[in-house]
C-alpha cells in the first residue's frame, strides 16, 4: 500500500508564485524524500529530511517534516514554467525501498 | 555520464511471452530496485536488493523474478507476461550510508497486448 499521499492531486499556478504540495505518511520513518518527474522521464531527486530534522532548504525549494502529525510540505517558490512536472513524496523506513504517494502534478501558467 | 541505465526503453510483448529487463548502474551503489509505475498510482516497488548476492520481494512481486548478476547489474524478468504487467518500469540505485537520495533510471515502457 501506499505509504505517503500528496495533497493536492494537482495545482496551476501562475509564473513567479509560490507552489506549496503537502504529504502524509503512515508509518515511523528515517527520512522523507521529493522527487520531480518531467512528463515521460524518470524520477530525479529534489530534496531529502531526516526524522530529526524540521526544516531544510535547497534554492528555491524549502520542505518541512512534522514526525508527530506524519506530514511533510514541500515549497516551491518564485515558480517557473521549467517547474512543470510531478513531484512525489517518498518515506523510507529502512533497508527495503522507499515506498511513494501518488503525486502531485504541478502547471506553471506563463 | 554516470548514472542507472535502463534497456530497452520501450518494448511489446504478446500475452505469454517472457523478457528480461536489465539494468546497470556505475556509482557503486549496493542496493538496488525494481519499480513499477502505473497511471495515477505512483511508484510501487516490485523487488529490490540490498546488496550483491541478496534480493527481496516488495509489495507487488507476483508474476517477477529477479537477478543480482553482480555489484553493478539487477534484472527484472518477465516469465510469461499478462496485460496486467503493462506498466512502465523504473530501476534505481542507492549508495552504502542509508539515507542518500536514489537515482532512477529513465525507464521501460513495456505493452503486453
Known amino acids: 500500500s501506499q505509504q505517503g499521499e500528496e495533497d493536492p492531486q494537482a495545482l496551476s499556478i501562475q509564473e513567479g508564485e509560490n507552489a506549496t504540495m503537502n504529504c502524509s505518511y503512515k508509518?515511523?520513518?528515517?527520512?522523507l524524500q521529493w522527487y520531480r518527474q518531467n512528463s515521460g522521464r524518470g524520477l530525479v531527486h529534489l530534496i531529502l529530511?531526516?526524522?530529526?530534522?524540521r526544516e531544510k532548504h535547497s534554492g528555491r525549494l524549502r520542505v518541512t517534516l512534522d514526525t508527530s502529525k506524519k506530514s511533510s510540505s514541500l515549497l516551491i517558490t518564485a515558480s517557473r514554467a521549467a517547474d512543470t512536472a510531478s513531484y512525489f513524496c517518498?518515506?523510507?523506513?529502512?533497508?527495503?525501498?522507499?515506498?511513494f504517494g501518488k503525486g502531485t502534478h504541478l502547471i506553471i501558467q506563463p | 555520464n554516470a548514472g542507472v541505465t535502463q534497456t530497452p526503453k520501450f518494448q511489446v510483448l504478446k500475452t505469454g511471452q517472457s523478457m528480461t529487463l536489465q539494468c546497470a548502474q556505475d556509482?557503486?551503489?549496493?542496493?538496488m530496485y525494481w519499480y513499477r509505475q502505473d497511471p495515477g498510482m505512483g511508484l510501487r516497488l516490485i523487488y529490490y536488493?540490498?546488496?550483491?548476492?541478496?534480493?527481496d520481494k516488495g509489495e507487488v512481486p507476483n508474476g517477477y523474478n529477479v537477478s543480482r548478476l553482480n555489484k553493478r547489474e539487477f534484472s527484472l524478468r518477465l516469465e510469461s507476461a499478462a496485460p496486467s504487467q503493462t506498466s512502465v518500469y523504473f530501476c534505481?540505485?542507492?549508495?552504502?550510508?542509508?539515507?542518500?537520495?536514489?537515482?532512477f533510471g529513465s525507464g521501460t515502457r513495456l505493452t503486453v497486448v
Open positions: 534505481a540505485s542507492s549508495g552504502q550510508r542509508q539515507g542518500g537520495g536514489y537515482t
Open positions: 508509518t515511523s520513518i528515517n527520512n
Open positions: 529530511i531526516r526524522s530529526n530534522e
Open positions: 517518498a518515506a523510507e523506513g529502512g533497508a527495503d525501498g522507499l515506498t
Open positions: 556509482m557503486n551503489h549496493n542496493s
Open positions: 536488493s540490498a546488496s550483491e548476492g541478496t534480493t
